[in-house]
């Protein structure tokens, strides 16, 4: 018999890793960023063989909905619901999860960023339709954890323990982002993988998680998800939901069933090695590009231009899709140009351009964010 499956695509955010391409109103999951494809898209095109588009459902905030409708045209426009205020994954999951287990409460649920590169579809989607089966066949949670590749300290990280199934491994704990020291302990010590923030389980297991780890939460959730359907929900949405916990699912939920022990938690990892990539800042996407050969000359140079040359120039990321680009002498910078703005950092530097739209907010000009 064929699952149920459901994907819940997360698609919040305020566009702040991405400046200058990325704005409060168009963030980058509504960008192409490596491919004709939006990211929002790529990410409902490869679960199609999964599950049809007008059973996904997407979570988002009123800034990006037109777009993202715009984008997703399958997908119901009631499927795809706009928070009131950010809330972060745990109250946008557990909306989910109510939402779907008033009719369905045995659908599986699978969880995805909508922002993440995929490299290999054909193993994501193995691995995925491993994880639906398990989290179909009884209160089980499966977490993808990602190969670590160096000692990355700006993702999660799960530690593994005894193996479970074939392919599959109990959950012992989840670490947020360690320090340098420690990442490196991590990947020396073989067990531990970065958390992709991917995560299966039924509609029931998740709402009946929220209620157990969440118990103030979980009745505001519940009141939301019953007036969905009805002329009072933009009401009760807007009042009820800004009330929720700010809080991610790896904190509200995974940690603390996680500290029941491996063999009572039901938390299973599915270790995954599928080309993924959060595309966390500039340096991330030039990373990626460089990895794909995309726009990439011999000297590492990833450009996006009308045209360019590049003399004594190395490890350049460049977007400025309507002019001429001449890079002489320069190593490793990120120069992002758009019609009002022009980005120039060394790559090292990328993850902080959040700054700048902090500073733009302090100065008021709303304008550039």
């Excluded at 709402?207 to 979980?218: C, D, F, G, I, Y």
């Excluded at 009401?235 to 029941?260: G, W």
């Amino acid at each position: 018999m064929k699952i149920d499956f459901r994907p819940i695509i997360l698609a919040g955010g305020s566009g702040t890793r991405f400046w200058p391409r990325s704005r409060k109103a168009r963030a980058k999951q509504v960008l192409a960023l490596d491919g004709e494809r939006t990211m929002i898209q790529s990410t409902v095109d490869r679960l199609n063989s999964l599950a049809r588009a007008e059973d996904c459902w997407v979570i988002t905030n009123t800034l990006l909905s037109d777009t993202i409708c715009g984008q997703l045209d399958a997908v119901p426009e009631d499927h795809v619901v706009c928070e009131p205020a950010a809330r972060n994954t745990a109250p946008a999951a557990g909306l989910a999860a109510f939402l779907i287990e008033r009719s369905s409460p045995d659908a599986v649920l699978g969880i995805f960023p909508a922002d993440h590169v995929i490299a290999n579809e054909s193993a994501f989607l193995t691995v995925i339709q491993r994880a639906i089966e398990l989290a179909a066949a009884s209160e089980n949670m499966a977490v993808l954890g990602i190969k670590p590749t160096r000692a990355e300290t700006g993702y999660g990280y799960i530690e593994t323990g005894e193996v479970f199934a074939d392919g599959v491994l109990r959950v012992r704990r989840f670490t947020e982002k360690p320090n340098r020291e420690r990442a490196e302990e991590f990947v020396a010590a073989g067990n531990y993988h970065w958390n992709s923030g991917i995560f299966v389980w039924s509609a029931r297991t998740l709402a009946n998680a929220v209620r157990e780890h969440l118990p103030e939460m979980a009745p505001l959730l519940e009141q939301i998800a019953a007036a969905y359907g009805t002329p009072d929900f933009d009401r009760v949405f807007r009042e009820i939901y800004p009330k929720c916990e700010n809080i991610s699912v790896d904190y509200a939920i995974l940690e603390p069933r996680s500290a029941k022990g491996e063999s009572r938690s039901h938390l299973y990892g599915l270790p995954a090695d599928f080309g993924w990539n959060d595309l966390g800042s500039w340096a991330a996407l030039y990373e990626h590009q460089l990895e794909q050969n995309l726009n990439t000359d011999a000297h590492a140079n990833v450009v996006e231009a009308a045209d360019s040359v590049a003399i004594d120039a190395r490890g350049n990321y460049v977007y400025s899709p309507k002019k001429f680009v001449a890079l002489v002498g320069v190593r490793d910078l990120v120069v992002v140009e758009t019609d009002d703005a022009l980005l120039i950092t060394p790559r090292e530097h990328s993850q902080d351009v959040g700054k700048v739209v902090k500073e733009l907010v302090a100065r008021g000009r709303n304008d550039l964010i």
